[in-house]
């Protein structure tokens, strides 16, 4: 174990990324702990924060259950051995029954034998069951059944006793049963040894220590263990409720308790939801689901499949979410059932809310109001909240005030408690009328009372907003001081301090006490990181304070001598400066940090986004802030523009194909040229610099900025070299590194799709290369691992292939390769999910390997592209992980690129950069330069991004 693997844990940035990192690491959770909480001791003097964050990891990983992969057996066959692999790393029971279920042909009671070895290997090395491939061994048991699940429960007795003489004996006993019913004479004896032997070593259960007492598994103890593990979720204890489910739920299906096995799945879902685990909660659900279908149990089956929706709207992805609730609806309707017709309308408009699609919501919520007529539910308290959210969104003012007098109505007439509470916490409120305003100080008073903090900030908010400044600063300071614990993390307490923040700088001119409300508030949140004791998502909290820092942004900018502390705080909320490697007390570069490394030749341009706003820091040999003359709506217009005309609309409601290459002349662009324009504005200042390093803010997805148009007319790449870096504190890091060495080998990759005539186009790019050592890998024999292999080892690695994103999984992004036998499908995501794995390389892949690669360059569909969900995915893009694995310099592309056109700029590219020693992003503008020159379409040298050093090779 290595500082390298603690940074690349300690630059996920999300616990269920470092997760992935940890297990894919195969090293003993306790031991990977270990060295965390020793990392953490030697940071802490220097580098709290880190030291804070690598025990935080040190808690979670502790904890973890790291599954071994299977080790391939010859005598198995492919299929058998690829779907053991699959299992061993599927996190779990639920997992591994996913993936095998479906294939019992594959197996048998000789190939259970294998994997009881396999499995024992890992127990006898002292391996706890949850770890060792005991989730293999039960699944397949309990698949193949008979003599085979004896023997599953035997090689589970043995690892259990290491942790658990209870469980262990249970399980002989189980083995036992089953081999007397199932087996032959020498399964009977086998299990009875077993049995005997076990007993002679550690005696019966009164005369022994258990050194983790715990009762053994029975039909009866099924419901007791279901409801202490939805107990321990509600106590906040998420990690020994997930144990207790993981232990129950393979019983439960052996079993035969199908329903308890449903609603524990369902619940387990829920722990994984969360802890930010989407993707595994979404599976969780789903299989809940089937077997709620199998029940014929309609109620439970449409809960999983909501919260299976729901994931992805907690994940960020509402569009992944509309067909899920289309279908529910559809599926409601057609059954009939009314009270669940209500629920699916509710969710699927406000999913269409969380869109933006306020006239879709509006019709569904409608929908709902007029359905339920006078019958007064829950179902209607949200849909006509909803609606009034709707109205309020779309400006219809009179709509708006007839859902409150009704909202109003249901509490007078029939003193409906949730009527109120939906009434006073909705858009339609009339807090100016003196009876609402009295029932809302009584109901204020009542949910600070008791507790209820969600119901009360919403409340606080309204009520704060019709006191006067002085007053509405007390019941807001009150509601908080009351909820001191929630007061760092939760979103609720966070609008209400900023609501006090923003009445004592507008209202009160009160400056500088709602900056120091704000340090303060921000200081609370840094110390609730690093006491963190639960498994919660830190990054989680952050993204939920994140408002807090930008309050503080918009405060502090508007002094004009706090620029410099406005770009610290900026770049302190940055995602990416988590993700950075570390050499700067506090993890975030200052200006001044900059400044001492900025030489004379290069620029800084660091874009920054506040709710409304966009701007830029410009560091020359002064800091220098930019407003700009866009929104970051308008950013998201123009990067969308750009997406339809050469991807296409991948994201959007209403899919469209991307535009030919030969229709470019029709491609309409003017609304992302203004765009780029107005980013533009910031050029003047940076006019003579040789190397512009722009720093992206998260609404410039996918937008050229060296296509940036200065006032003068030209482009950023003509006045320039250009860089990217992810932050601050990374230029910093990178500027202080090592200088780049001379490179000398070179690795060349290529694979063209099944489908294409022109295998050439992808796989002669070593014709390019001119100078160096070169090693080709090409067409049948450029599989991942040969890639990988290859990258390892050069000083410049270049791949020419097809690229794609996952936009529900973004490290299951990547790269399309051979399989070893035969080129990719250009239609992968047709290919059976079983088969589709041997092709990729993926960011998952990249980010475990350690790589000393100079320059590796990507001439590949959109690999610069971000399919991250959530500011705190930024880690997972091919750019960012690679720079992370160790690529000094990446080059990398935003949209599908022209094979001709691409190839001629990147033999022009390396013979600047290997010929004439230019940097790589002076090689890259020279030659993207030359084809401006030419009079070439922003389509074919706009797309390629450099990323990383911009120094020249010593």
Known sequence: MTDDLVESLLASESVAAAVELARRSRIRPRELAGTLFSYAERMRPDRPATAAAASFLADVVGSLEVANAWVAQDHLSDEANELLTRASLAGGWPG????????????DHDMMMSVVFWHSGFAQQGVPPEANGAAVVITLGALLGGKSSALAHMAWARACENTSLAHAEFHFLRAQELAAVHGDDVDRHATASALDSFRDRFGVPRERADPIPDAPLT?????????????????????????????????AVEAGATANAMRMLNDRGLLHDDLGNYALASENFTESARLAGLLKDEGRRFEARNNAAASYLKRGQPLQAVPLFRGILREQDAAGVWPRRMAARNNLATTYASLGDHERARDLYAEVVTMMGDLYSPSLWIALTGLAAAYDSLGQTEELRAVGERMWRGWTERQDVQALQAYLNSAARDLTNPEVRDVAEQMWAALVRQGDVF????????LSREDAPELA????????????????????????????????????????????????????????????????????????TRPLYLRLFELLLAGPTFVEEALQVHEASRPATLTAADGLAGRVASAQDVLRVLSPDVAVISFAETGSAVSAFVLTGQVRWVPLDVTPAQLGEAAMEISVAFNGAVSGLARRRPLAVRNLGKVDLCNAERVLSALGKVLSLVDGAQTVCVIPSAGMEGLPLAAMRAPSGKRLVEMAGVVHQSSLTAFVTTAVSDPPRVPRTVFVAGVADAETDTPEHFEADAEVFTRGEVTVVTGERATPDAVVAGIREADIAHVSCH?????????????????????????????????RAAFELTVRDLAREQLRTELLTLRACSTARRSAVSAKEELGTLTRVLQAAGCRTVVSTLWNVDQRSSLALFARFYELYLNEGLPACQAMARAQREMIDSGQHVYHWAPFVVSGDWRTSR
């Open 803 to 835: 690229g794609f994103v996952d936009t529900r999984d973004p490290f299951g992004s990547g790269l399309l390769l051979s399989d070893g036998t035969r080129r990719p499908s250009s239609r992968h995501h047709l290919v059976p999910v079983f088969e």
């Open 219 to 251: 039909i009866g103890m099924i419901p007791v263990n279901e409801s202490n593990a939805a107990s321990l979720r509600d106590s906040g204890r998420y990690l020994e409720a997930l144990a207790l489910l993981d232990r129950t739920i393979p019983f």
């Open 455 to 462: 119901q009360g900030a919403a409340l606080t908010v309204a």
């Open 96 to 107: 591994a029954l996913r993936v095998l279920r479906g294939h019992r042909h594959v197996f």
């Open 473 to 544: 600063l007390q019941r807001l300071d009150a509601f908080l001081n009351a909820f001191e614990a929630e007061r760092s993390a939760v979103p609720s307490c966070i609008s209400a301090e900023l609501e006090a923040a923003k009445i004592e700088a507008e209202v009160l001119d009160r400056g500088d006490a709602a900056l120091t409300r704000l340090y303060t508030a921000i200081g609370r949140v840094e110390q609730r990181l690093g006491q963190i004791e639960q498994p919660y998502d830190r990054d989680w909290v952050l993204d939920q």
